[in-house]
Structure formats: C-alpha cells, structure tokens
C-alpha cells in the first residue's frame, strides 16, 4: 500500500474511534505505578516530600497517528500531616484529535494508629485511610477539515470542547498492604460545551503487597493488580510486578488484559532523581503498536534514601 494512502487510513481509523479509545485509556504501567495520582486524588501528599514527575509515552512510535501522551504532575505535603495537595498537566493525541487536561487534587488522611502520632506515615507504613477529591477540565480538539474528506457532513466542521471532571478516591494503607478505590471523572460529558463528544467515567480498583526477600531488606518485591470498568466496555486488568534494589535501581513488567506486555526499567542518580524507560508490546495483531515511553522524576529534601 502507497505510504499516503496507508497513513491517511490510520489517521482515519484513530479519528473514527476516537471517542471510544478516550474512554478507554488508562496511563501505562510505569505511569500509574510511580505517579498513582494521575487516577486516585486519595494519593494527594503521599509522600515526606515534594514529588515532581515528567513522563511522555509514544513519541518514538513508528505509525503515524499513534497515541501520545506528555504530561507534568506535582505532588506536595501540606505543614498538617492529615492534608496533602497535587495538580497536574497533561496532553493526548491520537491521529487529529488532541486533549489537553489539567486537574488538581486535595486528600485529608486519618490515622489510627496512635504510636504513628509523631511518625511519617509514608516511611512506617500505619494504619490510615485516606479520601481525595479532584477538579480540572479538557480541552477537547478535533481537527477533522485537516484529513480533506468531502461529502460526509461528520468531517466538515473541526470540533472544540471543553468538558469540566471531579474526582473522588479512596486509599487505604497499613503495613506491606495497600488498596485504593477511584472515579476520576464522575461528571462524563454532561457538563461539556459539545454533546457529540462521549467522556465517560471509569471505574479503579487496586491492590498492592510490599515486602523484602530477607531481613536484610536489599530487595523489595510489590505485585500488584488494577481493575478498571467502564461502561459500554471491555473489563480490563492490569497484573504487575515490580522490584526496587536497595533504591538503586528498579524493574517491573506487567500484563494488560487487551493483550499488552509491558516493560519497565530505571535507576538513581543520587539521593533525589530518578530515571525511568518504559515500553509496552502488544500481543494482538489488531493492536500492533508498541510504545515507547520515559519518566523523570525528583523529589526534594531527603529524596528517596531508606
């Protein structure tokens, strides 16, 4: 097939499904691992000190059209132990449609656990319960008049939108266990400026054991699943395992149940950066594209020392 002809039918083909992969995405791997605000703003404050991450994912791939992601997100204590902020900044394009979005995040923590009274809750692990809410908004672009195709009225006008979200979410966190509880779009499109647009609000469930492979505590082993429902679609999980040596260095791979495989590698620079690659590899035919992706994170004060 002639390269034009081949990258206009992907680029047709991403714009005529865009609705429904929007509905369907979830951040990869390696996104949700080391920046699980992105989709429960229960994680708000998570951690003794200021978390700032810089991920992208799918700039490198070879098919035009393909998703791509780059975002920015900022995770903050607050002087109170019981609060915590974060905000974030993202953008998505697949074939001509880009979204760019931008939340904001508050969680309040309870403990109960009183010997934790004095304690930093993110280093001794207590018994504690967290609630977060989140709101921001996208700004939903369509740039149909670009793919030139006449006589088909759905292609003869851009469309721009921009479609208001809250979230809720849940953690619950004590000793090497943690579960989390998340709908980070509990609005879907009712409040958007478009009604031909179809956002809608899924549904997250996590699970998370933490524990060392001996009393020396070299390596720390976390597998982990998430569950995600969306109405109108497909049930996925994700099962992951990852391994972190000594906070040196850090591995995991990961199965998606729409038949992704994904991969993940980095290692310290120092007490306070970190950096990570990721790469996710699609079993099935119907969804050959493989994606490149990488993480940039800092985090101030102590950083990441045990």
């Known amino acids: ?21 929007f509905a ?15 989709i429960n703003p229960a994680h708000a404050g998570y951690y003794e000190d200021t978390d700032v991450s810089l991920m992208n994912s799918g700039f490198y791939n070879a098919v035009d059209g393909s998703p791509k992601n780059i975002g920015l997100t900022v995770n903050a204590p607050l002087r109170s ?12 394009e697949i074939g001509v449609t880009r ?9 309040y923590k309870i403990f109960f656990d009183s010997e934790y009274g004095q304690g930093k809750w993110w280093a001794y692990d207590p018994n504690i319960l967290s609630f977060g809410i989140s709101g921001g908004g996208t700004l939903y672009n369509e740039d149909l008049l670009s793919l030139g195709i006449e006589n088909d009225p759905d292609f003869q006008k851009n469309v721009n939108a921009f479609v208001p979200t809250i979230g ?3 953690l619950y966190n004590r000793d090497r266990i943690y579960w989390g509880v998340s709908a980070p779009n509990i609005l879907g499109n009712s409040l958007s400026t478009e009604r031909n647009i179809n956002f809608k609000n899924p549904i997250y469930s ?8 001996s009393r020396f505590e070299e390596l720390l082993v976390n597998p982990s699943v998430l569950l995600k429902y969306v109405s109108g679609a497909p049930f996925q999980a994700d099962i992951n395992l990852m391994l972190n040596y000594l906070s040196k260095v850090e591995f995991g791979i990961g199965y998606r149940t729409s038949e992704t495989v994904n991969f993940l590698a980095g290692f310290h620079l120092g007490s306070n950066f970190k950096f990570l690659y990721n790469y996710s590899y699609a079993l099935a035919g119907y969804n050959n594209i493989n994606t490149h992706g990488i993480i940039l994170n800092y985090r101030f004060g102590k950083g990441y020392e045990r």
């Open 168 to 170: 809720l979410g849940f």
């Open 81 to 92: 132990k019981n609060m915590g902020l974060a905000a974030g900044i993202s953008m998505d």
């Open 206 to 213: 996590y699970f998370g054991l933490r524990f060392f492979t």
């Open 1 to 21: 097939m002639n390269n034009k002809y081949y990258r206009t039918f992907i680029v047709l083909f991403f714009t005529m499904t865009i609705n429904y992969l």
């Open 99 to 107: 979204a760019t979005s931008f939340f904001g995040s508050y969680a």
């Open 24 to 38: 369907q995405q979830t951040p990869v791997f390696a996104n949700y691992s080391y920046n699980t605000v992105v």
